[in-house]
Every structure is written in C-alpha cells, then in structure tokens.
C-alpha cells in the first residue's frame, strides 16, 4: 500500500476513536477534503503534505488519548445516531 493511503487510513482509523461527536466529525471531513485537496500536488509538495499530515496524526492521536481520559457528557446527536434519543 502506498504512503498516502496509509497515512489517510490511520487519520480515519484515529478519528473513529475521538470520543466527542464533533470533534470525530470534523476530523473525519478535513481528513478527506484535505486528501482531496492534495491528490495532485507536485512530488516536493506532496512530500511536504505527507509530513504535515503525520504531523496532524501525532495530534489527533494525543487528542484521542486526553479524550479518553476525560470523557464529555452524551451529546445530543450521539443520542439520536445510536437510537437514544426522543421521538
């Protein structure tokens, strides 16, 4: 498998682990609209896309790690994607 499909699917595989639902859905659309962005890049800049997005996977993953530690509350769109929620 090449770099950047790996790289893209450790970003996804990482942000299924955020526990907050806006913080998973965020990270999961600018992952992808980010790799869209990039899918023609130049070899230099696409190098220098790769290190930044290893550089946003550290991030992501220690934000997971503190997101575990302290869970939030449920929130309200967790509630209703899991069928907890009020009809």
């Known amino acids: 498998m090449s770099a950047p499909v790996t790289l893209l699917r450790s970003l996804l595989r990482t942000s299924r682990s955020l526990t ?3 913080v998973k859905a965020y990270a999961r659309r ?9 899918q023609s890049l130049a070899p230099e800049e696409a190098a220098a896309a790769m290190a930044e997005g290893e550089k946003m996977l550290g991030v992501m993953k220690r934000q997971a790690a503190i997101s575990q530690m302290y869970p939030g509350g449920a929130n309200v ?11």
């Open 30 to 38: 600018r992952t992808m609209v980010g790799f869209r962005q990039n």
């Open 20 to 22: 907050d639902f806006n």
């Open 77 to 87: 769109m967790e509630n209703v994607i899991m069928g907890l929620g009020q009809r």
